[in-house]
């Protein structure tokens, strides 16, 4: 299986703040990885899909790069409805995996 | 517009069975592949298992193989776990979610229901 370490795990933040968050995988994904948000009690929505994709209606400020083993999610200026649960996901094979989640708290 | 919704979830006991639902709606059901995905109470995402869009390829988790089983019915545009043999470790909140592919997988997961909860415990 392959294993997806997000960092960090806990992110403290302000609003208009540019932060990065990092998922390293356990062997090369080429650019099979996506992005999800997640606030709590809800469902979780796609924000980038083959790394670093935009899935449409999300906002322009998100952006995703990396190949390989080493991809980044960037919050360009974090708005308050940025404060959220994020986490990174693996497509390159079965089983899907994702990464444990980096809570961006606000500061 | 996409809509997912689960059903089916409950309490049940270790060693029982319960049958999760999903119905979708908004879009050609037939020609998409479906997911489910659980999380656990606090704890992260965990991918389930993959069915086709004809119901004729399936994947599970190492950790549910053999005793859930995914299916389908193009029919009635319902997506359904049969969970079977439950554990406490299977205590989650569970998702279905569409695959974005049309008649293949992208193995990404688009729209998302809003969950069911499970919860085995004697």
């Known amino acids: 299986d392959i294993q997806m370490t997000q960092s960090p795990s806990t992110l403290s933040a302000s609003v208009g703040d540019r932060v990065t968050i990092t998922c390293r995988a356990s062997?090369?994904?080429?650019?099979?990885l996506a992005w999800y948000q997640q606030k709590a009690g809800k469902a979780p929505k796609l924000l980038i899909y083959?790394?670093?994709s935009l899935e449409s209606g999300v906002p322009s400020r998100f952006s995703g790069s990396g190949s390989g083993t080493e991809f980044t999610l960037t919050i360009s200026s974090l708005q308050p409805d940025d404060f959220a649960t994020y986490y990174c996901?693996?497509?390159?094979?079965?089983?899907?995996?994702f990464g444990q989640g980096t809570k961006l708290e606000i500061k | 517009q996409v809509q997912l919704v689960e059903s089916g979830g409950g309490v049940v006991q270790p060693g029982r069975s319960l049958r999760l639902s999903c119905a979708a709606s908004?879009?050609?059901?037939?020609?998409?592949?479906m997911h489910w995905v659980r999380q656990a109470p606090g704890k992260g995402l965990e991918w389930v298992a993959i069915?086709?869009?004809?119901?004729?390829?399936?994947y599970y988790a190492d950790s549910v193989k053999g005793r859930f089983t995914i299916s389908r019915d193009n029919s009635k545009n319902t997506l359904s776990l049969q969970m079977n043999s439950l554990r406490a470790e299977d205590t989650a909140v569970y998702y279905c979610?569409?695959?974005?592919?049309?008649?293949?997988?992208?193995?990404?997961?688009?729209?998302w229901g809003q969950g069911t909860l499970v919860t085995v415990s004697s």
């Open positions: 908004g879009f050609t059901f037939s020609n998409y592949d």
């Open positions: 996901q693996q497509y390159e094979s079965y089983p899907l995996t």
């Open positions: 979610a569409k695959d974005p592919g049309f008649q293949r997988s992208y193995n990404w997961f688009g729209p």
């Open positions: 083959k790394a670093s």
């Open positions: 062997q090369s994904l080429s650019n099979w």
């Open positions: 069915i086709s869009h004809d119901g004729g390829n399936k």
